[in-house]
């Protein structure tokens, strides 16, 4: 019913740049919460960024300062610009987001299909 469609991973040197994005796509009434995990190899899931449909924003300690993310409510769409990028942030990125499709419907969880970005030395 509902699709995220993610885009924006690859492969970037130390200190480099890299913007994700994320379209949620199909029937929706409200996003309540959107945004970005990550999984390194033989590390567990975790929340790097993420926004709330009130514009609140979430960052893990070892972002903040680098990391920006950014909604339109209207598209329905996140991105995340990753700045001063270390071989720490190397992972698969995940786009997730809790989608009511209707008024009067729970909200169920979506995840896309995970990018990969890659920082070299």
């Known amino acids: 019913q509902v699709q995220l469609v993610e885009s924006g991973g690859g492969l970037v040197q130390f200190g480099g740049s890299l913007r994700l994005s994320c379209a949620a796509s199909g029937i929706i009434f409200n996003v309540n919460f959107m945004g970005w995990y990550r999984q390194a190899p033989g590390k567990e899931r975790e929340l790097v960024a993420a926004?709330?449909?009130?514009?609140?924003?979430q960052y893990a300690d070892s972002v903040k300062g680098r990391f920006t993310i950014e909604r339109d409510n209207a598209k329905n769409t996140v991105r995340l610009q990753m700045n001063s990028l270390k071989a720490e942030d190397t992972a698969v990125y995940y786009c997730y987001a809790a989608i009511q499709a209707r008024w009067s419907d729970s909200a169920y969880d979506y995840w896309g299909q995970g990018t990969q970005v890659t920082v070299s030395s």
């Open positions: 926004i709330t449909s009130d514009g609140s924003t």
